[in-house]
């Protein structure tokens, strides 16, 4: 089914859509373990899971085989994250051609992260160079229902944060997203405001949050630093005390995270998108929580 007609479905019905996040694993016995974790909250019956494209557009044929899979072994929706890196307009073609032929309908359009080793991202020859160019792209294939990532606190190579981040979203909804899913963050309010102000700019589509379970704090800190979340003062007084104690962390990431959906669903996200992280345990308890 189309993301636009699902994320419809639950607007009529007034609930909020609930993802999760896979990444495709470099072998075969992690490949084993994402099965089965997949297994086990596809009980959840989410609107929809999503498989990220490696780090720096790596590990793609087992992203496409993994959404396959999804697609035909399971009741479950998949939709494909799609990148600009290391691709030349006649290799998305190609991919999205695969894609269509095995019956995916939903696409997650981003410029992507530079591959490993580089200091910055570049466009190879014939490819793109910005997300906006991908998601145009993507529609003219006119199969496809389309999201986009986007950043509530602002990405971290931008110099004008969420000023910046708000002018990209709204021409990728010109360009035709129809959804945008952000990067986590554990500040709410960053996202109500960020949410209020692309309101104010005309920008209509769906602004799903992403939440990040904390399973390992000093992890967690590391990432935020390049991603460009922040780490609220009063998370880090929660969570430093028990930093070395990764069963006191789980445990209270859970909390954290069961709280922040709660105050989101209070005000009326269009959904949930959990970073499962190939585990299931944490949204599984998420889940139930709430």
């Not at 639950?10 to 994402?34: H, R, V, Y």
Request: with cysteine; hydrophobic share 40%; aromatic share 8%.
């Amino acid at each position: 089914m189309l993301l636009e007609n699902i994320l419809a479905a639950k607007k009529k019905a007034g609930e909020s859509s609930i993802s999760f996040e896979f990444f495709p694993p470099k072998t075969d016995k992690g490949e084993a373990n994402l099965w089965q974790c997949i297994q086990e909250l596809s009980q959840l019956n989410p609107d929809f899971v999503s498989v990220t494209y490696g780090a720096g557009g790596s590990t793609q044929d087992r992203t496409r085989r993994i959404v396959e899979r999804i697609k035909h072994e399971t009741s479950l929706e998949p939709m494909a994250h799609l990148t600009c890196v290391g691709s030349t307009q006649e290799d998305l073609a190609e991919l999205l051609g695969q894609y269509k032929k095995s019956g995916m309908k939903n696409i997650l359009a981003l410029r992507g992260d530079a591959p490993e080793g580089a200091d910055k991202f570049e466009a190879v020859k014939g490819g793109f160079s910005y997300a906006t160019d991908l998601v145009k792209f993507v529609r003219e294939q006119k199969a496809f229902s389309i999201a986009v990532a986007t950043y509530p606190e602002g990405h971290p190579e931008s110099a004008g944060g969420m000023a910046d981040d708000l002018r990209y979203l709204k021409i990728k909804q010109d360009e035709g997203a129809i959804a945008a899913i952000t990067q986590y963050f554990f500040d709410n309010d960053a996202y109500y405001r960020f949410r209020e102000q692309a309101e104010k700019m005309g920008i209509t589509i769906p602004i799903i949050p992403g939440i990040m379970p904390i399973g390992n704090y000093e992890q967690i800190v590391r990432f935020s630093k390049m991603c460009g979340a922040s780490i609220p003062a009063w998370l880090h007084e929660k969570m430093q005390p028990v930093a070395d104690d990764l069963g006191a962390v789980k445990a209270m990431g859970i909390e954290v995270a069961t709280q922040q959906c709660q105050n989101l669903l209070a005000n009326d996200v269009a959904g949930l998108h959990i970073y499962a992280l190939n585990k299931s345990e944490a949204s599984l308890a998420i889940c139930k929580n709430l």
